[in-house]
Nanobody, 120 residues
Framework: QVQLVESGGGLVQAGGSLRLSCAASGSIFRINYMGWYRQAPGKQRELVATISSSGSPNYVDSVKGRFTISRDNAKNTVFLQTNSLKPEDTAVYYC??????????????WGQGTQVTVSS
């Protein structure tokens, strides 16, 4: 069984920063990819950023230059540093990972979500 546990969300004023964390635990052989998605009220869930097993990041255009994704492979943890936050960044942020378990089977996992609220 694999679990993703997120932390770091909260309420911040526009222009502020938050650092989100997502730790994977359980029957992990290899973490193939990790990423962050977000879902605002009344909107579809959208991809924010991803990072490969080799550390190569990708970002949606709306967060480029403001958000930074990173990972600590030794701790099976992915981070999302969010700077210069805007009210339109308000959403529930979800961690996502594709993890190969000890049986060699890759599966998709989601965290429970962490709320980020940016006030104007």
């Amino acid at each position: 069984q694999v679990q993703l546990v997120e932390s770091g969300g909260g309420l911040v004023q526009a222009g502020g920063s938050l650092r989100l964390s997502c730790a994977a635990s359980g029957s992990i052989f290899r973490i193939n990819y990790m990423g962050w998605y977000r879902q605002a009220p009344g909107k579809q869930r959208e991809l924010v950023a991803t990072i490969s097993s080799s550390g190569s990041p990708n970002y949606v255009d709306s967060v480029k230059g403001r958000f930074t994704i990173s990972r600590d492979n030794a701790k099976n943890t992915v981070f999302l540093q969010t700077n210069s936050l805007k009210p339109e960044d308000t959403a529930v942020y979800y961690c996502h990972a594709v993890i190969t378990n000890d049986n060699g089977v890759p599966r998709s996992y989601w965290g429970q979500g962490t709320q980020v609220t940016v006030s104007s």
